[in-house]
């Protein structure tokens, strides 16, 4: 990351597979470079400033003070995820009978919630932005998915026997959005 009087603060993704330099919007609605590897901060910095004309032409880029609300935003949640999420999981997994490795808590644009198939529960902080009940549905998905790692008609019983009413729940998740 680096900072820029213009830009605000600027993603740098080192690739050992870029042979050249791309801008584009970063999920977080920051300006990113994505450069080789071998490239230093030094040679970034020079690289932006050479292309300022061209980044605001072609880059549809947010303001940066929005960037900063957003951080500010993200912080908050993550805060209250922390608080929150990991003893929910915990909590439906002890009444339930899973056994999960871990919580990991995420900021994942498109995803409220994943389960790996080494047993970590990955929750979206922006869960702290939705009722609990929704919350709650996310996580007992995510707990059916140790048993079933996929979405068969037995992943669906398994849910529907913890939460009754997910139909609905599901629905109305749509109505929100994971990204923070």
Not at 57 to 85: H, S
Not at 171 to 180: H, N, R, T, Y
Request: aromatic share 8%.
């Amino acid at each position: 990351m680096i900072r820029d009087h213009e830009f605000g603060e600027v993603v740098v993704r080192h690739s050992p597979l870029a042979k050249g330099v791309r801008f584009s919007v970063a999920p977080s609605g920051r300006l990113q470079m994505s450069v080789p590897s071998h490239t230093s901060d030094f040679l970034a910095k020079r690289i932006l400033n050479a292309n300022r004309d061209l980044i605001r032409e072609k880059v549809p880029l947010g303001n940066p003070e929005t960037q900063r609300a957003r951080d500010a935003k993200k912080k908050i949640l993550m805060k209250k995820a922390k608080e929150y999420l990991p003893y929910r999981l915990e909590y439906y997994a002890n009444l339930y009978g899973y056994k999960y490795e871990r919580c990991r808590l995420s900021h994942a644009a498109t995803r409220w919630g994943s389960c790996s198939s080494t047993g970590t529960i990955s929750l979206n902080i922006g869960l702290m932005q939705v009722p609990e009940p929704l919350r709650d549905y996310v996580i007992l998905h995510e707990l059916s998915h140790l048993n079933h790692m996929d979405h068969s008609p037995d992943f669906w019983t398994e849910v529907a026997e913890h939460d009754p009413r997910y139909k609905e729940h599901r629905k109305k998740l749509k109505a929100f959005s994971p990204g923070v």
